[in-house]
């Protein structure tokens, strides 16, 4: 510093510090020729500040928003302009540091990676989480010691990730505890919220620093899990499993007649579809038994009676014996019949029997096996 600066910092007797807009300082140290005040000189703090005086390395005074006059009265500081004896040296010399002490809002935090959770429903899972939160210095002088120290100027970014680290931890914490099932996480983001400012909040303390807000903005699931979710509200929404795999492929039976040999591939198809719904009406059933799993209100397990006002059981299959290759064969349930019929072993003219009939007749004489003989051309004139 030349003499010319040093002859400006004897006249100037205002200290403040106003903060530039642009810029996330917490903490600025006023600059002064060898850190020399006069006696005399005003101290202006404003709104959203403090100030900290610090003499011979340690915190000597904390001053809030006001005007001071600071003297040796009330200041144990002597200025340059009584100190002509010592040859322009005071002995007494103070570091002033301001202090933005203003809310800081709109914090990012986030999961940098997932976080098992385990679930009452579905067990262990990996969630990610983000949102913001809002924080100020409500202990200057704890702040100054604790993270500013003799830095000049202490900007926002050299301790938001620290910030953020404390964060999420103690969110982790407070979510593990919160035992809240997973689908009803979006329901209660401000209840988790809570909790996680209060575990957040004594941590932050030890630093000076109050955290005034904290939102979740959101708690999601990997995109398998989302997938696998979607999948089972779609189960959900079809209902009976059984009855709606009967009813696809029943759909289907009139774009298989006509194909040449569609309905013998769907006899097969027929068979298994029907196992399948079975399978999951079965796995439905004992889902039913297990705590916390949800089975769609409409579902009538297999053997079960259905539930008041709902439609009566499917009737059991029907069972028909059938003269193939000249031999009496069965007994064959319809997608067996419609195979014979697709391979050609079972024509119009061919003998069938059922439990309840007098005796072998012909099969296209049998209402219910008159649609499998539909995609077939009539016999010849006089065959």
């Known amino acids: ?52 005086f610090v003499k011979e390395g340690q915190l000597a005074d904390v001053k809030l928003p006001g ?113 809240i099932p997973m689908l009803d996480l979006a329901g209660n983001y401000e209840k988790v919220g809570k909790v996680a400012l209060e575990r957040i909040a004594p941590e932050m303390a030890k630093m000076g620093v109050s955290l005034t807000q904290f939102f979740v903005e959101n708690i999601s699931l990997p995109p398998e899990v989302e997938a696998a979710l979607d999948k089972r509200s779609q189960m959900a929404v079809l209902g009976n499993l059984d009855q709606y795999a009967k009813f696809q492929t029943a759909e289907s039976i009139p774009t298989a007649a006509a194909n040449p040999g569609g309905l013998a591939g769907l006899g097969a198809q027929l068979g298994v579809g029907v196992a399948v719904g079975q399978q999951m009406g079965g796995a439905f059933a004992g889902a039913a038994a297990t705590p ?38 069965g007994p064959f349930d319809m997608a067996a019949l419609a195979g014979h019929v697709g391979s050609g072993k079972l024509t119009r003219a061919s003998l069938v029997w059922r439990t309840g009939m007098a005796g072998w007749v012909r099969a296209d004489s049998v209402p219910e096996l008159q649609p499998l003989f539909a995609h077939l051309p009539p016999p010849l004139p006089g065959a």
């Not at 053997?303 to 299959?317: F, M, V, Y």
Request: aromatic share 12%; proline share 8%; net charge neutral.
């Open 1 to 52: 510093m030349g003499l010319l600066d040093w002859a400006k910092g004897q006249f100037i007797d205002i200290i403040e510090w106003t903060e530039p807009s642009q810029n996330e300082i917490l903490a600025h140290r006023f600059t002064r020729h060898k850190n020399e005040i006069k006696n005399g000189a005003k101290l202006i703090v404003r709104e959203g500040q403090a100030a900290c």
């Open 292 to 329: 916390g799993v949800v089975v769609p209100s409409n579902t009538t397990p297999p053997g079960a009676a259905p539930a008041a006002g709902g439609p009566p059981p499917l009737p059991s299959a029907v069972a028909f014996h059938a003269s193939i290759d000249g031999a009496a064969a």
């Open 67 to 179: 005007m001071y006059t600071l003297d040796t009265k009330n200041m144990p500081i002597l200025s340059t302009i009584l100190g002509w004896k010592y040859g322009f040296e005071s002995p007494f010399k103070c570091e002033v540091y301001f202090i933005s002490t203003r809310q800081w809002t709109n914090q990012k935090w986030g999961t940098q990676n997932p976080i098992m959770y385990r679930d009452p429903e579905f067990g262990p899972v990996r969630l990610r989480a983000f949102g913001n939160f809002a924080f100020k210095v409500t202990d200057p002088g704890t702040f100054l010691k604790e993270l500013v120290a003799t830095d000049p100027s202490f900007e926002l970014y050299e301790i938001s990730a620290q910030f953020r680290n404390v964060v999420v931890s103690r969110f982790i914490d407070a979510i593990g505890g919160s035992r």
